[in-house]
Structure formats: C-alpha cells, structure tokens
T-cell receptor, first 114, second 111 residues
Framework: ETGVTQTPRHLVMGMTNKKSLKCEQHLGHNAMYWYKQSAKKPLELMFVYSLEERVENNSVPSRFSPECPNSSHLFLHLHTLQPEDSALYLC?????????????FGSGTRLTVV | QQQVKQSPQSLIVQKGGISIINCAYENTAFDYFPWYQQFPGKGPALLIAIRPDVSEKKEGRFTISFNKSAKQFSLHIMDSQPGDSATYFCAASNAGNMLTFGGGTRLMVKP
C-alpha cells in the first residue's frame, strides 16, 4: 500500500459504456495527476490538478473527463472509449511548491476496452 | 528543454553483474533527479533521488552518479539480482514543478 489507492484495479468496458476511475490519497499532498501507461508510451501525462484546480490538460480526447472534488480525491470519467484506450491508468500525488519530494503513485487501473 | 532522454530501452544482465541506466537532460534549472522502479501490475515507486549539490548518492546496492557539467545522471545497480527485474524510470524537475520522466528501461536480470 503506497498511500495512493486506486479503484477498481481492473476494468473491462464496452465502447458505449460510461465508467469512472477513482483515486484517493491521504498523504497531505496538494497535487494529483493522471497518467496513461501503454507499451507505446511508457508514462503519458494526461491531467494535473494543483490545489484542486486543473493546471494541465495534455491534449487528451474529450472522452476522458477528470474531476477533483477535493485535494484527497481524483476521478477519471470515461465514456465512448476506443480499443486503443486500453492501458494502465496511473494516479499520482505530490506536494507542490518549495523543494521536491517526488510523486507517490497508486497501483493503477488496468482498463480493457472491448 | 523539458526532455529527459533515457537509455537503453532494455537491458539484460547476469545475476551478480552491474546494471547501468543513463539519463540526459537539457534544462539546467532542474534540481531534483529521482529514479522510479516499477514491477509488473504495480505503479512506479520512488527508488532513490539526488540533488545537484552532490555527485553521487548510494543506498544499498543502488547508486546515482550525477555529472552536472555533462547534464547526465545514471543509476548503477550493483550485484544485480533477479528480483531487480523491473522497469526503471529516471525523472527530473525544478522546485515545485512537475516531474519530467524519461522513456523507461526494462531490466531483466538472468539467474
């Protein structure tokens, strides 16, 4: 257990489904991140929230919609996905400002789009 | 400016050997250089990190060597073990900003 919890661990969804990924941290961090990890792109930054405001949206298709209701929780809402969206989705958190202490990652959600 | 280039993409080492992974960066404002280790089915975990005021940091069998003038840093795994088989990512950032990750190195240590 790393301090960042992601649910579900595995998800299989059809292209017409709507699902959500959840990330939770209780490390006192004030920034949270979504990464996509696939064989083609090992760590692809999707979204960044700092102090609950989205500060980065890395040209991600609109079928991915993030939500950060508070500094401890981050969601990734999925709808009408494509098979190429199948990947490991990683959440991470960190402190922002001042010296860096790196990111703490969750174990990820393995998403399969059928 | 923000790129971190990592090599090799994959590495096979015999048990007991030394594994060496290299990273190069362009942004001279970077002041924090961590390495992450990722096992299959898990997220990356912080392994060891260095700041540019030192040239080397050692934790057990893992050592970071840092060359500020060359803008390069490397991870050395001494006495490599099969349990070290994983994907390793280097990264860099400057204070308070996001990490920039390298492309990853898949290490296999053969028994």
């Amino acid at each position: 257990e790393t301090g960042v919890t992601q649910t579900p661990r595995h998800l299989v969804m059809g292209m017409t489904n709507k699902k959500s990924l959840k990330c939770e941290q209780h490390l006192g961090h004030n920034a949270m991140y979504w990464y996509k990890q696939s064989a083609k792109k090992p760590l692809e930054l999707m979204f960044v929230y700092s102090l609950e405001e989205r500060v980065e949206n890395n040209s991600v298709p609109s079928r991915f919609s993030p939500e950060c209701p508070n500094s401890s929780h981050l969601f990734l809402h999925l709808h009408t996905l494509q098979p190429e969206d199948s990947a490991l989705y990683l959440c991470a958190s960190s402190r922002t400002g001042g010296a860096n202490y790196g990111y703490t990652f969750g174990s990820g959600t393995r998403l399969t789009v059928v | 400016q923000q790129q971190v280039k990592q090599s090799p993409q994959s590495l096979i080492v015999q048990k007991g050997g030394i594994s060496i992974i290299n990273c190069a960066y362009e942004n001279t404002a970077f002041d924090y250089f961590p390495w992450y280790q990722q096992f299959p089915g898990k997220g990356p975990a912080l392994l060891i990190a260095i700041r540019p005021d030192v040239s080397e940091k050692k934790e057990g069998r893992f050592t970071i060597s840092f060359n500020k003038s060359a803008k390069q840093f490397s991870l050395h795994i001494m006495d490599s073990q099969p349990g070290d088989s994983a994907t390793y990512f280097c990264a860099a950032s400057n204070a308070g900003n996001m990490l920039t990750f390298g492309g990853g190195t898949r290490l296999m240590v053969k028994p």
